[in-house]
């Protein structure tokens, strides 16, 4: 595996081995690996015939009063299981590097990236959408893959590609779980012990929604009732939004007709963590399928 940590470096190195025909796949990440970032390098690896990744705590995508300084960095280790993995292009650029003195451009996707996080966390998005777009035009992979953890991360990214005609096919990769249910988050670090088993309420009022619909509750208002009971059941929890909404749209949902997301997002301890379920519906009749 190979490290670059300027932006010519890495756009050479990634023409080159692209050189002939040969199709890359790319996985950003922030670094602080676990089970779910190494499920994305194991999906490109088989879909493409060189990956790359990139590792670059993203300081625009933090508000003020988040944890930027304090989110977990342990470059070698990471290093160490990408290589593993067969990793062969590694990014690991400076902030400098990535934010020279001066700029001021950013990429916004307007309307969506007011939404849900955007909302608890105004600009979260709009550093995520401009650091994409730049490690986008540095690496110029043909697919790009992303966990299906933070859904409305992945529908704005797929909103930019489409609009800014980006040569990139976005893929996405199921959430990869603890043994308990519990999604896998690099922010899981911070939980005490006792956090950590509050926070596998998240998975279960997700599972109260899966058992509801699947006893013939279509009501939205209920189904989210499900959830927000299991939550306000855990004192160690503290809900920002249950939300089920349209997956095109994002728009809460009025009816369970299309396919949907239910969202949660949470503060269990000082860690903000958020979580989320498809609806979809069956072929035929008022049968629909929860996937946690």
């Known amino acids: 595996m190979k490290i670059y940590e300027t932006i010519e470096e890495m756009r050479a ?14 996985v950003p990440t922030m670094g602080a690996l676990h089970e779910g ?10 879909a493409r015939d060189i990956v790359a990744a990139s590792i670059f705590v993203n300081p625009t ?20 299981l990408l290589a593993k993995e067969g990793v062969e292009l590694l990014f690991a650029p400076s902030v400098e590097e990535m934010y020279p003195a ?4 950013w990429v916004t996707v307007e309307g969506l990236s007011g939404k849900l996080d955007g909302r608890s966390r105004p600009g979260h998005f709009r550093g995520v959408t401009t650091v994409v777009a730049k490690l986008f035009h540095i690496v110029e992979p043909d697919a790009a893959f992303f ?22 096919e976005i893929v996405a990769c199921a959430i990869v779980r603890e043994p308990d249910g519990l999604a896998m988050s690099s922010r899981n670090a ?5 956090d950590r088993i509050a926070a596998t309420s998240l998975h279960r009022s997700l599972e109260a929604v899966r058992a509801a619909v ?20 855990e004192p160690g929890i503290k809900l920002d939004y249950a ?22 997002a949470a503060i269990v301890g000082k860690t903000r963590l958020i979580d989320n379920a498809l609806i979809e519906p069956e072929a035929g009749g008022n049968s629909f399928r929860v996937t946690v």
Not at 13 to 25: E, F, P
Not at 190 to 194: E, N, Q, R, V
Not at 214 to 233: F, N, Q, T, Y
């Open 214 to 233: 699947s006893s013939g509750e279509r009501d939205i208002l209920r189904l989210l009732e499900a959830a927000r009971r299991v939550l306000a059941a």
């Open 13 to 26: 190195a990634c023409r080159a081995a692209r050189h002939g025909g040969q199709r890359l796949g790319f």
């Open 61 to 80: 995508q933090f508000g003020p009063n988040e944890d930027l300084a304090r989110y977990p960095r342990d470059f070698k280790h990471d290093r160490d």
């Open 190 to 194: 911070y939980l005490s012990p006792g």
């Open 102 to 105: 001066g700029a001021v451009t």
């Open 147 to 168: 966990g299906q953890k933070d859904a409305a991360q992945l529908a704005i990214i797929r909103r930019m590609v489409r609009d800014l005609k980006f040569p990139v």
């Open 243 to 264: 939300e089920i909404v349209d997956a095109d749209s994002f728009e809460p949902a009025a009816a369970l007709r299309r396919t949907c997301y239910v969202l949660l």
């Open 37 to 46: 970032h190494l499920s994305l390098i194991r999906a490109a690896k088989a």
